[in-house]
Nanobody, 119 residues
Framework: QVQLVESGGGLVQPGGSLRLSCAAS????????MGWYRQAPGNQRELVAD???????KYADSVKGRFTISRDKAKNTMYLQMNSLKPDDTAVYYC?????????????WGQGTQVTVSS
């Protein structure tokens, strides 16, 4: 069973930075893709950034140039470096992983970590 555990959320002032971590229970390179999603109150969950097993990265337009997704194979951990944070970035951030097989491509989710950007 895949387990994903997020950490690093918190309260930060506008313009500040946070780094989120997602620790996986197994090798992160066993996943076809990993990513970060977020959900603000009253909104649908949306993709923030993802990274494929080959290293291709994709970002939501709203975070391009401010957020960076990365991973550390040795630590089986994925990161999201968030700079120049804005109040609109306030949300619960979720780690996601996809592992495809002949039977499909199920999604695995972490429990979420709260990010609040406020003065």
């Amino acid at each position: 069973q895949v387990q994903l555990v997020e950490s690093g959320g918190g309260l930060v002032q506008p313009g500040g930075s946070l780094r989120l971590s997602c620790a996986a229970s197994g090798s992160i390179f066993s996943f076809n893709a990993m990513g970060w999603y977020r959900q603000a109150p009253g909104n649908q969950r949306e993709l923030v950034a993802d990274i494929s097993s080959g290293g291709s990265r994709k970002y939501a337009d709203s975070v391009k140039g401010r957020f960076t997704i990365s991973r550390d194979k040795a630590k089986n951990t994925m990161y999201l470096q968030m700079n120049s944070l804005k109040p609109d970035d306030t949300a619960v951030y979720y780690c996601n992983a996809k592992r495809c097989s002949a039977y499909g491509c199920p999604d695995y989710w972490g429990q979420g970590t709260q990010v609040t950007v406020s003065s």
